[in-house]
């Protein structure tokens, strides 16, 4: 190619040109600007869109509660984003922390976190003691996302109390009693009696059908009746000697053992399939597990499941969730309000008749729709009476920064016994060595 | 950079040209010198943009991770950095998770690429030949790599889910039973190597075709007068052209194998593919890199899987460079 040139004016073209090329580049390398949320300014009218981050299920949209806020304040539009498993919104969600952008400006915290975002990430958020009153919460709730200075970081939503998600169709075709009282009866020893019913269950089970649907959801379970399960007092990991862990993990294995389990990863697609088809008999089932089961099981299993209480006499906790505020969110102001709306008596309640998720707020607990409550999905099972009762009792728990992971670790393990027959001693061996790694 | 002037249409002003006005001679003189100094100095402005952007983003994340490599920088606080030398590279070289990834990334590596290149290269010889409708053919050969990532990880998930997914079923009526494909070491990567060498085999014929078609025909007619049969002519005229560019794709295919990302992850997908599936079969270095950095939050060794990798890299490509140089000395 040849390139036949004028004299006049090409120096300086170029040199336009070239300055064009720097400054491109240059506007690339600076291009990275800071943007607090996600969600949109306000326009002419004031009309301003608040997003909520959260995952698996808060119970917000079966309640109707933003269409609501939305009645209360015209001007205020809520979106709600939902990832389904904790455990892939968490690292997600560490990680807009750090950059400062992509944040919603509501963002749900599991309690499995709630203590490393305490300890490490205190500053991004906004401290939510201005707002609301943290004396309202169950004590040990509000102390989980407090700083030592009195920073409130969440919110309470709600808490865990266990019982047992049960299919009275297949208890009743296994020959077992399907009174909730009768089959909570049967669970008065604990947690091994659980396993002899299931293995009951075992000797007449109908067809592709299974008595719970993974041992690591009966391991949590026993776990969450302690008040050191991870973490002991002053801080130190102590998973390898608690007695709850040993406890768990011995009745975990007994459950592989004598095939008791489907062995799936609860919340993964093929655990939400099980639930479609019903091929579960029980589930354990912490309060918030209910507005799970309903979810995927669907309308085919309306009034087919019920709920007992929790095996033995120990009060249990099992997760629960906090609302936080992103410090660096466009509407600080208008999400703490939102916040406190959502975490006060009433609609906690709403949602606790609406979904089962149970009020971490003290002044639910007098209001009617919580005692009252029947969950009409569940046979109209009263959670209002089988919570309410042990939600006095449940101890407060010492929460450790990687709680959530421990959990979800030793969780996997015992899929991989339920699903690979894995030697619970290698099992064991693997955890401990992915949990050393995560707290190295 | 290489020191010489590319041979340009133009070397400076040509003898004849004139300027439009006449000029004073010192006026003329800094003309000139400024268009020596254009000549000289604007070629480098065009590439600048170029480096500048490739410092920034290439370069300067490549050294910054090498010292994130040599610090303890936990993912909840990421302006808290502790010095620990070596320590990430001996924390990762010891762990037996990393030499499973590492085994992983190779397995998955060759039982993707081998097959891949190999098929390519046929196909790329059958559309050399006139056929009807070739435009078309080529086309459709590129389809796959079109295709985003995901959504051929996610197709390819539902073909090979345990219960109900697609192989399992056509499988059922030769009379095998249900496979976990996704459980076992070997049916995992191999599930993972079919959904690479789908999207990349396309691709890769599409560059043999072009190689192809710059073989000189005459070479083709005198094996024929020879009386070569096609094969023959596949093997002793086309190959041997090919060279080159099949040394081009191994390197290409190489690096891709080892950055091998998306495909695992998203054949079981959620927490399970991030770790690589549950006991870590089908764990390739760089998920073994992301479920360091982002799940456990533990930056440092993740930098060092990094780097590890980068260096795994430089090895491979040295030695294909050996290999190609011996190629071309008994090819000469």
């Known amino acids: 190619m040849r390139i036949t040139r004028t004299v006049a004016g090409r120096g300086r073209r170029t040199a336009v040109m070239a300055t064009t090329g720097l400054s491109a580049a240059a506007l690339l390398l600076t291009g990275c600007s800071d943007s607090g949320s996600d969600s949109d300014e306000a326009d002419a009218n004031g009309n301003i869109t608040l997003t909520v981050a959260d995952f698996g299920q808060f119970g917000y949209k079966e309640a109707g509660l933003f269409a609501k806020y939305h009645e209360l304040h015209p001007n205020i539009t809520v979106k709600e984003n939902v990832t389904a498993d904790e455990q892939v919104y968490y690292p997600k969600f560490l990680q807009q922390l750090n950059t400062g952008s992509g944040l919603a400006d509501v963002q749900g915290i599991e309690v499995g976190r709630v203590k490393e975002l305490v300890d490490t990430k205190a500053d991004a958020f906004a401290d939510l003691s201005k707002v609301i009153d943290p004396d309202q919460w169950v004590n040990w709730k509000a102390l989980q996302a407090s700083t030592d200075d009195g920073k409130v970081i969440g919110a309470g939503t709600d808490i865990g109390p266990m019982s047992i998600c049960y299919r009275r169709d297949l208890f009743?075709?296994?020959g077992l009693p399907t009174d909730r009282t009768e089959v909570a009866a049967k669970l008065a020893g604990g947690w091994e009696d659980y396993l002899a019913l299931g293995e009951e269950y075992k000797k007449k089970a109908p067809k592709d059908t299974f008595f719970m649907d993974s041992a690591s959801a009966m391991y949590n379970g026993v776990v969450s009746s302690d008040s050191?399960?991870?973490?002991?007092?002053?801080?130190?990991?102590?998973?390898?000697?608690?007695?709850?862990?040993?406890?768990?993990?011995?009745?975990?294995?007994?459950?592989?053992?004598?095939?008791?389990?489907?062995?799936?990863?609860?919340?993964?697609?093929?655990?939400?399939?099980?639930?479609?088809?019903?091929?579960?008999?029980?589930?354990?089932?912490?309060?918030?597990?209910?507005?799970?089961?309903?979810?995927?099981?669907?309308?085919?299993?309306?009034?087919?499941?019920?709920?007992?209480?929790?095996?033995?006499?120990?009060?249990?906790?099992?997760?629960?969730?906090?609302?936080?505020?992103?410090?660096?969110?466009?509407?600080?102001?208008?999400?703490?309000?939102?916040?406190?709306?959502?975490?006060?008596?009433?609609?906690?309640?709403?949602?606790?008749?609406?979904?089962?998720?149970?009020?971490?707020?003290?002044?639910?607990?007098?209001?009617?729709?919580?005692?009252?409550?029947?969950?009409?999905?569940?046979?109209?099972?009263?959670?209002?009476?089988?919570?309410?009762?042990?939600?006095?009792?449940?101890?407060?728990?010492?929460?450790?920064?990687?709680?959530?992971?421990?959990?979800?670790?030793?969780?996997?393990?015992?899929?991989?016994?339920?699903?690979?027959?894995?030697?619970?001693?290698?099992?064991?061996?693997?955890?401990?060595e992915a949990i050393d790694k995560v707290i190295g | 950079m290489a020191t010489t002037t590319p041979t340009r249409g133009v070397q400076g002003p040509r003898p004849g040209r004139r300027a439009p006005k006449p000029m004073t001679p010192g006026r003329q003189a800094w003309r000139s010198r400024l268009w020596r100094f254009d000549d000289k100095a604007s070629p480098y402005a065009y590439i600048a943009p170029f480096f500048?952007?490739?410092?920034?983003?290439?370069?300067?994340?490549?050294?910054?991770?090498?010292?994130?490599?040599?610090?303890?920088?936990?993912?909840?606080?990421?302006?808290?950095?502790?010095?620990?030398g070596w320590g990430n590279f001996s924390t990762i070289l010891q762990d037996s998770e990393f030499w499973t990834a590492v085994t992983n990334t190779f397995v998955i590596g060759v039982i993707s690429t081998v097959p891949q290149l190999m098929i390519a290269l046929g196909l790329a010889h059958l559309l050399n030949y006139k056929l009807r409708a070739s435009t078309f053919w080529r086309t459709v050969i590129l389809t796959p790599y079109a295709t985003s990532v995901a959504s051929a990880a996610l197709v390819f998930a539902l073909v090979f889910r345990a219960d109900g997914g697609l192989l399992n079923w056509v499988l059922g009526f030769f009379g095998a039973g249900e496979t976990n494909w996704a459980n076992g070491h070997w049916s995992s990567n191999i599930a993972i190597a079919v959904i690479v060498i789908w999207r990349w085999t396309g691709y890769n014929t599409l560059i043999y075709l072009a190689a192809m078609q710059a073989v000189p025909s005459d070479l083709y007619e005198a094996a024929s007068l020879d009386g070569a049969s096609r094969w023959q002519q596949f093997r002793n005229v086309t190959i041997p052209a090919l060279r080159p560019t099949i040394l081009f794709t191994i390197v290409i295919s190489t690096i891709g194998s080892m950055q091998l990302f998306g495909e695992p992850l998203l054949l079981e997908g959620g927490q399970v593919g991030a770790r690589g599936g549950t006991e870590h079969q089908y764990e390739t270095l760089s998920i073994y890199l992301y479920n360091y950095g982002w799940n456990l939050g533990h930056l440092g060794p993740a930098a060092a899987v990094a780097w590890a990798m980068l260096v795994l890299l430089l090895l491979i490509a040295a030695i294909n460079w050996l290999v190609g140089r011996f190629m071309r000395k008994t090819a000469a």
């Open chain 1, 172 to 174: 009743e075709q296994a």
């Open chain 1, 228 to 432: 050191e399960q991870y973490y002991s007092k002053d801080g130190k990991a102590i998973y390898k000697e608690s007695a709850g862990v040993q406890a768990g993990w011995k009745l975990a294995s007994e459950a592989v053992d004598k095939k008791l389990t489907q062995g799936l990863a609860q919340f993964s697609p093929p655990w939400q399939a099980a639930l479609r088809k019903g091929s579960m008999a029980t589930v354990a089932c912490p309060a918030w597990m209910a507005a799970q089961i309903a979810t995927y099981s669907g309308d085919d299993f309306k009034g087919k499941w019920d709920i007992a209480r929790t095996p033995g006499e120990t009060a249990a906790n099992w997760g629960g969730s906090f609302l936080s505020v992103p410090a660096k969110g466009k509407h600080v102001k208008e999400a703490g309000e939102l916040v406190k709306w959502l975490t006060a008596p009433e609609q906690q309640a709403a949602v606790f008749k609406a979904a089962g998720l149970f009020p971490s707020n003290k002044g639910a607990y007098d209001l009617p729709d919580v005692k009252t409550a029947k969950l009409e999905y569940f046979n109209n099972a009263p959670i209002g009476e089988i919570y309410a009762e042990e939600a006095q009792a449940i101890p407060a728990a010492v929460l450790g920064p990687k709680d959530g992971v421990i959990k979800d670790t030793i969780s996997t393990q015992i899929n991989n016994m339920e699903q690979r027959g894995t030697k619970p001693d290698d099992a064991w061996k693997a955890a401990t």
């Open chain 2, 52 to 84: 500048l952007v490739f410092g920034a983003f290439g370069l300067y994340p490549l050294i910054y991770t090498g010292w994130i490599a040599l610090h303890r920088v936990e993912m909840t606080s990421l302006d808290q950095m502790e010095w620990v």
